[in-house]
């Protein structure tokens, strides 16, 4: 049995050696706080990076195969997505990443597959830097956030990038990076992480539909990351909006319950019981393994996790592992 993980990050080696001794790269510098723990420091904001953030590609491998993964499809760290620096920063930073990914697959075809980076503030040069990947470097898709500066992603500026990556084939997996849509209330006790970014994912969902993208791309292929966030266990709520106030429409041609198996769903719910209502939610073939390596919300032991379900029939296992990723990625 495999095991392809879709929602594995990477903090670029070349990041880690031009930062040393108080190096730059491409304008981003790191520093340790008062624990000896390692932050990145950007346009002076810092975020931890966890120890195995550091990690080379033969230490990944070596804990890779102590978990059981076989494959790692690798995105780069959100916090280096960059939208808010300058689109030449923006596109430094990503075809770095992307490239040192590219080194990985090239090395390890076996072990690593990839999902790129994008400087999504500039919609034509992000279309430029997916096409790269794509077509010269056979990345299987790209993550971004669920909001480019504070932009949801049905704005009309940013149509066509969806048609550039329906027409590429690219798999579009969102995962939060920064602020979510709880900072604005509330820092305290990792809230915006814990409930933003579940919430930031069912807003998404949501404006994906309602802004007439999922319509205007019927082969857009997308990857709601942890479980989707609140899509599936709110989506009852919604279509109640969606039939009895018919202005809150928008674009969109069907109720949203239509619309969920529109969507792949990483399983990183971390209960039984969540995992097996959004299997019965939107359907076995539309969830897909992810661990959230390197950091700590990822499961302690991903693979045994899965396999431990009583609830979960060996098929449905086997489809969230492995077989469903390699249908849809070509592994």
């Not at 897909?288 to 449905?316: K, N």
Request: net charge negative.
């Amino acid at each position: 049995m495999r095991s392809i993980d879709i929602h594995a990050h990477l903090t670029p080696q070349c990041f880690w050696r031009s930062t040393e001794n108080g190096g730059d790269w491409h304008g981003l510098t790191r520093e340790q706080n008062a624990r000896g723990h390692e932050l990145a420091v950007i346009a002076g904001a810092r975020s931890a990076l966890p120890p195995r953030a550091r990690y080379t590609p033969e230490q990944r491998l070596a804990d890779m195969d102590s978990l059981g993964v076989d494959i790692h499809v690798l995105s780069p760290y959100s916090g280096f997505y960059n939208y808010h620096l300058d689109t030449a920063i923006a596109v430094a930073t990503s075809q770095d990443s992307n490239n040192e990914i590219y080194d990985m697959i090239q090395s390890w075809p076996e072990r690593f597959a990839g999902l790129a980076t994008l400087p999504m503030q500039d919609v034509k040069a992000a279309v430029a830097e997916l096409e790269r990947v794509m077509v010269q470097l056979g990345f299987k898709g790209a993550m971004i956030d669920d909001k480019i500066n504070g932009v949801t992603p049905d704005a009309p500026e940013f149509l066509p990038f969806w048609k550039a990556a329906e027409q590429m084939g690219a798999m579009i997996l969102f995962h939060q990076g920064g602020n979510t849509v709880v900072n604005s209330r509330i820092k305290r006790y990792h809230l915006p992480n814990s409930v933003g970014n579940l919430a930031d994912r069912a807003i998404t969902f949501a404006t994906l539909v309602m802004g007439g993208v999922m319509d205007a791309c019927p082969d857009l292929r997308i990857c709601l990351s942890h479980g989707g966030g609140y899509t599936y266990q709110g989506i009852g709520r919604m279509e109640r909006t969606w039939h009895n106030r018919p202005a809150t429409r928008g674009q969109s041609t069907q109720p949203p319950s239509q619309y969920l198996r529109r969507f792949y769903y990483d399983c990183i719910v971390y209960t039984e019981s969540a995992l097996r209502y959004l299997i019965d939610t939107v359907g076995i073939d539309r969830v897909v393994f992810g661990t959230d390596w390197p950091y700590d919300m990822e499961f302690d032991w991903p693979v045994s996790w899965i396999l431990g379900l009583d609830s979960l029939t060996q098929d449905e296992k086997e489809a969230i592992l492995w077989k469903n990723l390699e249908r849809l990625l070509g592994l």
